[in-house]
């Protein structure tokens, strides 16, 4: 019965394109969420760009009071935008370098927008003002992630330095802390993480905001946003031992996550909307 069980489900992974939306049948198959559950209210904030031809949301981040975000345009290329909060429109837009087709996460470091890229298994480094100025890319440089499935990102603060968390989808199920300017230099991220953790499995954003790092995954019907403490990330090794409260997620496809100091952003790639949710 196992053995038939487990045939089943490596035939469905060949001929399920999983990469393609990043979500699926396979959540089923994830740890179940926690016991230590927190309240959020949801507030939709209207469609994403092109979500009427499934051109599916990805990474978004907050800065200097605008939403950056990006989408996928069934992988043969990754538009950013920038919106505005209030109004939700579309202010400016540039396509990411040839070969980032599907962003999944963006970051801010307070001077250079990262982003990186699930089919190339990149963190890109880019002049945002530029490129929106402009109307195209502005590349600083980038690197190889050492992924396999490079899904999000965050900048976070770490004994003095600053890093770049990325994490992994489905393959390895690691977040890796990397020294980005040094990674950048020397072209990967290999020789340059700080450490890791395993995350619960197809992590989809990354946040760090008020001490705590916090990881949005696929779940068997709602999905969740862990709220993680780095220091136990950092002595466990492990999301599920780190983690302070859950919450869930505003649907089923939930995607990267952004704090704009109050509440915090986020997309669903199954409804095509963004949400924006505040802690109760």
Known sequence: M??????????????????????????????????????????????TPLGEKKYTPQGITWI????????????????????????????????????????????FDGTYLWGVDYRSNRAYCIDLELSLVEGEVKLIGSFETSLKGTSACCIIPWEGDTL???????????????????????????????????????????????????????????????????????ETHDARKSIVVQYPAPGSGVEDLAWDGDGIWTSDEHVFKFFRGVFK
């Open 164 to 234: 770049l968390a990325i994490s992994d989808f489905m393959n390895s199920r690691q977040t890796i802390f990397v020294k980005m300017i040094e990674a950048l230099k020397a072209g990967t991220a290999a020789g340059n993480i700080v450490f890791t953790y395993k995350n619960e499995g197809f992590s989809q954003g990354l946040e760090y905001f008020d001490g705590f790092l916090y990881e949005s995954e696929n779940k068997a019907g709602k999905n969740i946003v862990n709220k993680m403490n780095p220091k136990l990330l950092r």
């Open 64 to 107: 200097n009071g605008k939403i950056i975000f990006a989408n996928t345009w069934k992988n043969t290329r990754s538009r950013v935008y920038e919106f505005h909060p209030a109004t939700m429109k579309i202010l400016r837009t540039f396509d990411m370098p040839e070969g980032a087709v599907h962003t999944s996460g963006l970051a």
């Open 2 to 47: 196992h053995y038939i069980t487990l045939t089943l489900i490596l035939i469905l992974l060949t001929i399920i394109p999983i990469s393609a939306t990043r979500f699926g049948f396979i959540s089923l198959f994830l740890k179940k969420p926690t016991s230590r559950q927190g309240n959020i209210h949801w507030e939709d904030k209207g469609p």
